[in-house]
């Protein structure tokens, strides 16, 4: 099954593309959609449509696992998040990919035994899930990957 793992946002929307055989998970691609901060909101949003689109045809993924929103202590941040979320959504429901949402803490704790883990933490759970020597410099294409894993463990096991 392949699984479709995003961290959601404006700047930067981490993803991957991940294999789970039942037991095993298994890495087949990440990156992540960048849009620059100079072009209208709109524009910036059109294009994570576009690119997420682009990558669901080529993938195929059979499921998503996104990051869901919680509460930000910026406030200037959480539009923008919430508006790349809405259409990263549409465009999995256009596809009519089965959506899972997770929460940061969720994640966290599914993948290290503790919500309040930080970013090493979760890194390392992710090097040895998958057994990686490193990861993708981007923190939100790690993230992706976490989201992913964390959903194999909570819907499979």
Same mark, same amino acid.
């Given at each position: ?13 981490g993803?991957?593309?991940?294999d ?27 294009e ?19 990051? /869901? ?13 919430a ?36 970013? /090493? ?5 992710? /090097? ?30």
């Open positions: 099954m392949k699984i479709l793992g995003i961290d959601p946002g404006m700047a930067i929307v993803y991957c593309i991940a789970f055989d039942g037991e095993n998970v298994k890495l087949l691609h990440s990156g992540s959609i960048q849009t620059s901060k100079d072009d209208r909101e709109s524009k910036r949003l059109l994570i449509f576009n690119d997420l689109k682009s990558l669901i045809e080529k993938y195929r993924p059979d499921q998503a696992a996104i990051e /869901k929103l919680f509460y930000f202590k910026n406030q200037r941040t959480v539009m923008p998040v508006h790349a979320r809405g259409v990263i959504l549409a465009a999995l429901e256009e596809f009519q990919i089965p959506i899972y949402e997770y929460t940061p803490m969720e994640v966290k704790q599914v993948l290290t035994g503790y919500g309040r883990a930080d970013k /090493k933490e979760v890194e390392h759970m992710v /090097k040895l899930t998958l057994g990686l020597e490193s990861l993708p410099k981007l923190d939100d294409t790690v993230d992706s990957i976490a989201i992913a894993i964390c959903h194999t463990r909570s819907v499979y096991e």
